[in-house]
């Protein structure tokens, strides 16, 4: 027996311009049943799942891919949580709160982390699927009768749970507050530990500012101090690490973990693996099908979360909820690209501000290699990156321009009223549909189904998404790309990172990626440059150097050591203090690559 799930993305179904081929083509239809017809109040399709076969035809004929049919097993249907309406998005299974414990939570965007959120918030009354009819308190509890979410669903019922939520979009602070990084931390500050959170965070120079004033990084940790300052049961941490360097995560790791330790119970929604290795104690796996429907797993240790997220498969459920597993290379030597032409030769760089100076020492990129550069924000790696893509002109330093660079900034526009088709039509120097380049960028990384949205319209993953594409599609020898990682989910990191790499080498181009999720540079970059010094006053960037020289030189900065996960490869954080953290530590090997 199965469960239909049959989902309308709403926006991107289009009656006028498809003439209903789902209608015209349903075989339940044709059998005399309405099975899909157009709704006449919103003009768009309805599906009735009930007589749905599950034939996926609607799904192959919808020139707009707007239709997704998947059949779940039909017991999940005794889990539905919340569904928002018809052919909605459902959710199935809660993750549970641990009290004096933190609790990732870990899957692709789109699979109902937000609506996580409002139900354990006491924001969202679950409506246990029954959205026409939804149920009163006492169907829910006797629902959850016997599990630990009971007690918690009593408390929310009564008005006795006080949860604090650190939201995704901290851009929106501005917009619902009028005053200074101060003045926020004032009136959050419940718990009296303000001046504490303000040196942990290093807020210290953003306490005057107004809040519109702040950068994404400032924001990012003014808006977790202010969650974590605030006196409540249950705290929530949607994508802490945004926007901050890899210095600033470590501060956001101990101010969430130290919620735990008093004996609070936390959720962190966090697509940087080294961050939630850092930071949790258990791990939580939302899979399904984004946009359509969500199933959260069952609690697993953090090692164990992590690595059944990557195989992509479940053992205790038996479920396999992704068609291949990630894997980890143990590491990339230099020497094989010794051999290579080298595209690209700088000298010594120097760039002078009123306030701000860097310093690049010399180094080279070869064809078919991805140069990783990484270090604290405010430091000078994007002003690096300009002036070897020839955007920024150096005060020192002459930048060999024979060969071309296509670039990616840091910061992508979003706010204009165009076709993604026809910015990559752009791109491309010519029609992307059926091209070669289509089936080359495009397909790895599935953004096709964006090409009737408007950049305006996209979310952060699907902008991100487009503007690596843009910049691939153009016509250059070295893909020059600022932070590639933000806004994207785990999986989109690791395959956008694979991608990147497949990419620069079977086309004998290279790449300069810099970014701060330390673990797609480990498994994107083939050399490493370092950025020290003082933030926002004066950096220097090193010569490249072999991954494991530069990992070892950047994790020693950063007091953390890595180990390499015997399952999966990947790079894994020794616990602080630890018996391998101590011992690594004392030989000097902060990153092991074997």
């Known amino acids: ?163 604090a939520i650190k939201p995704q979009q901290v851009y929106n602070i501005s917009q619902v507050f009028d005053g200074t990084g101060k003045e926020l931390l004032d009136k959050y500050d419940q718990r009296g530990v303000a001046n504490e959170l303000i040196k942990e965070l290093d807020l210290k120079n953003s306490l005057e500012h107004h809040v519109k004033e702040l950068s994404g990084g400032e924001l990012q940790r003014i808006s977790v101090a202010a969650a974590a300052s605030r006196d409540a049961d249950f705290y929530f941490f949607d994508e802490p690490s945004s926007y901050n360097d890899v210095f600033q995560r470590r501060g956001v790791a101990r101010v969430i973990h130290g919620l735990a330790n008093i004996g609070k119970s936390v959720m962190v929604v966090e697509h940087d693996l080294t961050l939630l290795d850092f930071l949790s104690d258990y791990i939580e796996i939302l899979y399904g099908e984004p946009a359509a429907y969500g199933i959260v797993s069952g609690i697993l240790s953090t090692k164990v979360g992590i690595n059944v997220f990557l195989d992509g498969y479940l053992p205790n459920e038996n479920v396999r909820f992704r068609d291949k597993k990630f894997s980890f290379d143990v590491s990339t030597s230099v020497d094989d690209f010794e051999k290579g032409e080298v595209l690209i030769q700088y000298p010594a760089l120097k760039r002078n501000y009123p306030t701000f100076s860097v310093s690049i020492e010399p180094g080279q990129v070869r064809r078919g290699e991805v140069m990783g550069i990484m270090g604290a924000n405010a430091l000078g790696k994007t002003t690096m990156m300009k002036m070897i893509a020839g955007v ?16 990616k900034p840091q910061y992508i526009p979003n706010d204009y009223d165009v076709e993604v088709l026809s910015v990559l039509d752009k791109a491309n120097d010519g029609p992307i549909f059926g091209s070669i ?158």
Not at 109 to 130: A, E, H, Q, R, Y
Not at 392 to 402: F, I
Not at 487 to 505: G, H, N
């Open 1 to 163: 027996m199965t469960h239909r799930v049959a989902v309308l993305d709403k926006e991107l179904c289009q009656p006028k311009k498809c003439g209903l081929e789902c209608i015209k083509y349903c075989p339940v239809n044709k059998s005399g049943a309405d099975c899909i017809v157009l709704n006449e109040e919103i003009k768009k399709a309805q599906i009735d799942e009930d007589i749905c076969n599950g034939c996926g035809i609607c799904v192959k004929v919808c020139p707009f891919e707007a239709i997704t049919i998947i059949n779940l097993a039909s017991e999940l249907g005794t889990d539905k949580i919340h569904q928002y309406g018809k052919n909605s998005f459902r959710l199935y299974r809660l993750p549970t709160p641990k009290k004096g414990e933190v609790v990732g939570l870990l899957g692709r965007n789109g699979m109902g982390k937000s609506t996580v959120v409002s139900i354990l918030s006491g924001n969202l009354k679950p409506n246990l699927g029954n959205y026409e009819n939804p149920p009163e308190w006492d169907q829910i509890l006797k629902t959850f009768a016997g599990t630990e979410l009971k007690d918690h669903f009593e408390k929310i019922k009564n008005n006795n749970i006080k949860a």
């Open 392 to 407: 920024e002109k150096p005060d020192e330093g002459t930048v060999d321009k024979a060969i071309t660079i296509s670039y």
């Open 437 to 594: 380049e289509e089936e080359q960028i495009i397909d790895p990384l599935k953004i096709k189904k964006l090409y009737n949205k408007s950049i305006k319209n996209l979310s952060g993953g699907e902008l991100q998404k487009v503007a690596v594409a843009t910049c691939l599609l153009k016509k250059a020898d070295v893909y020059a790309l600022d932070e590639p990682s933000a806004f994207l989910d785990v999986e989109d990191r690791i395959a956008v990172a694979k991608f990147i790499q497949r990419f620069v080498r079977s086309f004998a181009k290279s790449a300069i990626v810099i970014d701060h999720d330390i673990q797609m540079m480990d498994l994107i970059s083939d050399t490493m440059v370092i950025f020290e010094g003082e933030s926002g006053r004066h950096g220097s960037g090193s010569t490249p150097m072999s991954k494991a020289n530069a990992m070892n030189r950047f994790l020693n900065s950063l007091d953390i050591t890595f180990r390499r996960d015997e399952h999966t490869l990947r790079p894994r954080v020794n616990k602080a203090d630890s018996r391998l953290d101590k011992q690594q530590k004392d030989s000097g090997n902060y990153y092991y690559k074997n």
